[in-house]
């Protein structure tokens, strides 16, 4: 169990991280941050308040200010605006930023050693943005998207071929936008193959259905995007983390040079224990999946040039 874990933000997916992450008592201390004044401090004992009925001693703190999260070994960042329908994650990008580089100086400030993982959207710049923002090493600056995205296809998988969801693996590599590749040769069910179970033309929307499954849900809800599945994929990241246990989950990692990627955040099987990411899994590409990986490596970069021409 780390001493003190903080999650800043305490909206949909920062509420309901902290909720995952007191009820999993990963940390004696849980720090929930947040702009607006109450918010964090009502949510974090309204937390405290479900312990004994849950039966967890994860101690809650809302804050408006970042002393509380002075010596954080780990933080995980959610504030920022969520997609409205018909927005991209793309359109989050000048806000999200701005908020994204506060609140970095701050976690450099009161936390110098901790561990970062990043949320907001657009995830793979936002990634980009706390590394300068932060100074951090790159093992200690992680983005939350692959394990999103690839619980949201063995869901689709899972649902398509009438199996429980626990006997299916998939893989998605690639940036958390629409042209993330979902890796089918490396997806099976209970180590089958998919095709044994599913036609090549029915894999091929549960892709499809998996790349929009975000934008899916924000036509539902109309007034902000997911936030079940975000929280519970972020907790499977801080439990490896938490308790060493290296487990390989696909992350935003910064590249230098694997996958022939110089430095840019992209989607990729990583291994994460106690120093962060330890790791980077490096897999052999077809000619298509390669092609596939640039074009959503080169959407990240343009908009990390974006950017750069806004600051
Ligand atoms: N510092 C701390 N909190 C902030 C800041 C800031 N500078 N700016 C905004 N916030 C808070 C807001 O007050 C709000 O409570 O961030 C919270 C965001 O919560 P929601 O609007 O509910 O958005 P949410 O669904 O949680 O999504 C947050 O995660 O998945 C991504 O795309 C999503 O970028 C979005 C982020």
Wanted: with cysteine.
């Amino acid at each position: 169990m780390f001493n003190k874990i903080a999650v800043i933000g305490a909206g949909n997916v920062g509420a309901t991280t902290a909720q995952r992450l007191a009820e999993a008592e990963l940390a004696k201390t849980l720090v929930l941050v947040d702009v607006v004044e109450g918010v964090p401090q009502g949510k974090a004992l309204d937390l405290c308040q479900s312990g004994p009925v849950y039966g967890y001693d994860t101690n809650v703190i809302g804050s408006n200010t970042y002393d509380e999260v002075a010596g954080a070994e780990l933080v995980v960042i959610t504030a920022g605006i969520a997609r409205k329908p018909g927005m991209s994650r793309d359109d989050l990008l000048e806000t999200n930023a701005k908020i994204m580089r506060g609140v970095c100086a701050e976690i450099k400030r009161v936390a110098p050693n901790t561990i970062v993982i990043v949320v907001s959207n657009p995830l793979d710049v936002m990634c980009h943005v706390a590394l300068e923002a932060t100074g951090f090493p790159k093992n200690r600056v992680i983005g939350m998207a692959g394990v999103l995205d690839t619980s949201r296809f063995r869901t689709f998988i899972a649902e398509a071929a009438n199996v429980s969801v626990q006997d299916v693996q998939a893989f998605v590599l690639g940036g958390h936008g629409d042209s993330m590749v979902p890796l089918v040769r490396y997806s099976n069910i209970a180590g089958i193959p998919l095709n044994h179970f599913l036609s090549e033309e029915t894999i091929q929307t549960l892709v499809d259905r998996a790349r929009n499954g975000g934008a899916e849900i924000v036509k539902h809800l109309k007034t902000g995007s997911a936030f079940y599945a975000p929280s519970a994929s972020v907790v499977d990241m801080v439990e490896s983390i938490v308790k060493d246990k290296k487990r390989i989950l696909p992350c935003a990692a910064y590249l230098q040079g694997e996958y022939g990627v110089q430095n840019t955040y992209v989607g990729v099987p990583c291994k994460l224990g106690k120093s962060g990411l330890e790791a980077i899994v490096e897999l052999p590409l077809t000619t298509e999946e390669r092609e596939a990986l640039n074009v959503s490596i080169s959407d990240v970069a343009e908009n990390v040039e974006k950017l750069k021409s806004l600051a």
